[in-house]
């Protein structure tokens, strides 16, 4: 097994737009630490590639035309090219910053590059430690994915560490929406002390954060993500959530023993899905609810909703990818959606596998995938965000109600 690592910055050296919150003014006002993007190269009969993107998440069309230039540059297919992103909130709209998006993609290629040279024999070993830095969004559920995945890789004579990947589920906005400086929000902050601590690169994934908001946060208000004793206000708090983290996983790293001859593989199915187009009258009941609770205007979702109608259009159709990416027992298994906690919790269930992580934002970052309770619930997470972002996500409405247990039983059928 071989394994080759490089990184880039990926910070915007001037004022850009923001995505994450739902503002007039987007425009950022400074730096408050790097982005970074990070690509590791795994060869182990075939070749695949993971890659680490400080962003909210770009749009499926976006995320696979890199996919495929990253492909190229290392010789194998879109299916063994997996992009988890952080989900920053603090990051760039890469839709209104084109040259940003361009250059961003040439410097991942660049590291890609880099990774593929510096290719060498290496053993791996994993764990999981259980940290607290999440909140379930609904006051009715106290589900929480804990997880920290641990994969430790050391050099093929297992005396030298070479990567630390880490696998984390909470929400990257612990900077809320009185931020305008540039972030990596809690990730950048995780990243710094698990590098100081242990002097090599880190790479950090996402998990399923959709319902799980970070338990410390920093603002000038308390925003509804962040009401209750359970969630802290503190000036400190990107510290906070990194200083939980790496107190947990300490005690286990060292005695994480390492192997040579793990499997390394990586790749897609696809899932027909599709979402009904909702009529009128719940269109305008849905518009009024998010004007209402959220100051969302829902004008434009309207007019595409009644676009649909006038053209006798009742549902859409999309075949979801999910994708895994595994070594040994350790897997990651991801789709473009944010998907609740639950999706995590029940395949692992399911799997019996501790090491099995349902993430959301990878390859992508579409809609919310709400659970069937979720469903019934309503709210932003399954209706509001469509009206603000239904452009990028390719529709106006929800999955069907069904659509979680489908997910779950392909994520299960490990092909």
């Given at each position: 097994?071989?394994?080759?690592?490089?990184?880039?910055?990926?910070t915007?050296q001037?004022?850009?737009?923001?995505i994450?919150?739902?503002?007039?003014?987007n425009?950022?006002?400074?730096?408050l630490d790097?982005?970074?993007?990070q690509?590791?190269?795994?060869?182990?009969?075939?070749?695949?590639c993971?890659?680490?993107?400080?962003?909210?998440?770009?749009?499926?069309?976006?995320?696979?035309l890199?996919?495929d230039?990253i492909?190229?540059?290392?010789?194998t297919?879109?299916?063994?090219?997996?992009?988890?992103?952080?989900?920053?909130?603090?990051?760039?709209?890469?839709?209104a910053?084109?040259?940003?998006?361009?250059?961003?993609c040439q410097?991942?290629?660049?590291a890609?590059?880099?990774?593929?040279?510096s290719?060498?024999?290496?053993?791996?070993?994993w764990d999981?430690?259980?940290?607290?830095?999440?909140n379930?969004r609904?006051?009715?559920?106290?589900?929480?994915?804990?997880?920290?995945?641990i994969?430790?890789v050391?050099?093929?004579?297992k005396?030298?560490?070479?990567?630390i990947?880490?696998?984390?589920?909470?929400?990257?906005n612990v900077?809320?929406?009185?931020?305008?400086?540039i972030?990596?929000?809690?990730?950048?902050?995780?990243?710094?002390?698990?590098?100081?601590k242990?002097?090599?690169?880190?790479?950090?994934?996402?998990?399923?954060?959709g319902?799980?908001?970070p338990?410390?946060?920093k603002?000038t208000?308390t925003?509804?993500?962040?009401?209750?004793?359970?969630y802290?206000?503190?000036?400190?708090?990107?510290e906070k959530?990194?200083?939980?983290?790496?107190r947990k996983?300490?005690p286990?790293?060292?005695?994480?023993?390492?192997?040579?001859?793990?499997?390394v593989y990586?790749?897609?199915?696809?899932?027909?899905?599709?979402?009904?187009?909702?009529?009128?009258e719940?269109?305008h009941?849905?518009?009024?609810?998010?004007?209402?609770?959220c100051?969302?205007d829902?004008?434009?979702?309207?007019e595409?909703?009644?676009?649909?109608?006038r053209?006798g259009?009742?549902?859409?159709?999309?075949?979801?990818?999910?994708?895994?990416?595994?070594i040994?027992d350790?897997?990651l298994?991801?789709?473009?959606?944010e998907?609740?906690?639950?999706?995590?919790?029940?395949t692992?269930q399911?799997?019996?596998?501790p090491f099995f992580?349902f993430?959301?934002?990878?390859n992508g970052?579409g809609s919310y995938?709400p659970?069937?309770?979720?469903?019934d619930?309503?709210g932003?997470e399954?209706?509001?965000?469509m009206?603000?972002?239904?452009?990028?996500?390719g529709?106006?409405?929800?999955?069907?109600r069904?659509?979680?247990?489908?997910?779950?039983s392909?994520?299960v059928?490990?092909?």
């Amino acid at each position: 097994m071989k394994m080759g690592f490089a990184e880039t910055d990926i910070t915007p050296q001037t004022p850009v737009a923001l995505i994450g919150f739902n503002r007039t003014d987007n425009l950022s006002r400074g730096i408050l630490d790097c982005l970074t993007a990070q690509v590791s190269v795994w060869e182990n009969n075939g070749t695949c590639c993971l890659v680490t993107i400080d962003n909210i998440g770009f749009n499926k069309r976006e995320s696979d035309l890199l996919r495929d230039m990253i492909g190229t540059m290392i010789g194998t297919s879109r299916e063994k090219v997996m992009l988890s992103f952080s989900h920053t909130h603090a990051a760039v709209n890469v839709d209104a910053e084109k040259e940003y998006y361009n250059k961003l993609c040439q410097k991942i290629c660049k590291a890609a590059e880099k990774a593929l040279a510096s290719m060498r024999e290496v053993s791996v070993g994993w764990d999981n430690a259980e940290a607290d830095i999440g909140n379930n969004r609904r006051e009715s559920s106290d589900k929480i994915d804990r997880r920290v995945g641990i994969l430790k890789v050391c050099s093929g004579n297992k005396n030298d560490l070479e990567l630390i990947i880490l696998r984390l589920t909470a929400h990257c906005n612990v900077l809320k929406r009185d931020n305008y400086l540039i972030s990596a929000d809690y990730f950048g902050a995780v990243w710094k002390a698990f590098a100081e601590k242990y002097h090599c690169p880190v790479m950090l994934v996402q998990g399923s954060a959709g319902n799980i908001a970070p338990k410390y946060f920093k603002a000038t208000f308390t925003p509804i993500d962040g009401q209750g004793e359970k969630y802290i206000n503190c000036d400190n708090a990107l510290e906070k959530m990194a200083q939980e983290v790496l107190r947990k996983v300490e005690p286990l790293f060292n005695a994480i023993s390492t192997k040579p001859d793990a499997a390394v593989y990586a790749y897609s199915k696809y899932i027909p899905l599709r979402s009904r187009i909702p009529d009128m009258e719940e269109a305008h009941k849905i518009a009024d609810e998010a004007l209402e609770y959220c100051g969302i205007d829902g004008q434009k979702w309207l007019e595409k909703v009644e676009s649909f109608h006038r053209s006798g259009i009742s549902f859409q159709e999309e075949n979801l990818e999910m994708q895994y990416f595994c070594i040994g027992d350790w897997c990651l298994c991801g789709i473009p959606n944010e998907t609740m906690t639950e999706f995590a919790l029940e395949t692992e269930q399911l799997m019996k596998n501790p090491f099995f992580y349902f993430n959301g934002y990878t390859n992508g970052c579409g809609s919310y995938f709400p659970t069937k309770e979720e469903y019934d619930a309503g709210g932003y997470e399954v209706y509001w965000a469509m009206l603000l972002y239904f452009d990028d996500y390719g529709r106006v409405y929800p999955y069907d109600r069904g659509a979680f247990d489908t997910v779950i039983s392909y994520a299960v059928d490990v092909g």
